[in-house]
Nanobody, 123 residues
Framework: QVQLVESGGGLVQAGGSLRLSCAAS????????MGWYRQAPGKQRELVAV???????DYADSVKGRFTISRDDAKNTVYLQMDSLKFEDTAVYYC?????????????????WGQGTQVAVSS
């Protein structure tokens, strides 16, 4: 089983910045994609940004030019630097990781989610 622990959410004024972190732990053989999703009240969860191992990051149109996703494979950690925050960025942000986990007998795919961290932007 692979666990994800997020940190870095909070309350910030419009135009400000926040940095989210998400660390994966457990029996991880490899991580393919790591990404961030968000869910605002009354709305569906949506992709914010994702980066595959050795790949180019992909962003939602609404955050391009303002958010930057990066990963540290040595630490199994993904970051989301959020600049020029807007009121509409207010949501619970969830970390996601997909890859291969191992056990004593076999390997298996995993698709894990963090518990979510609240980001609130005041206008």
């Amino acid at each position: 089983q692979v666990q994800l622990v997020e940190s870095g959410g909070g309350l910030v004024q419009a135009g400000g910045s926040l940095r989210l972190s998400c660390a994966a732990s457990g029996r991880i053989f490899s991580i393919n994609a790591m990404g961030w999703y968000r869910q605002a009240p009354g709305k569906q969860r949506e992709l914010v940004a994702v980066v595959s191992s050795g790949g180019k990051p992909d962003y939602a149109d609404s955050v391009k030019g303002r958010f930057t996703i990066s990963r540290d494979d040595a630490k199994n950690t993904v970051y989301l630097q959020m600049d020029s925050l807007k009121f509409e960025d207010t949501a619970v942000y969830y970390c996601n990781a997909q890859g291969i986990a191992y056990s004593a007998l076999s390997y298996s795919a995993f698709n894990s989610w963090g518990q979510g961290t609240q980001v609130a932007v005041s206008s």
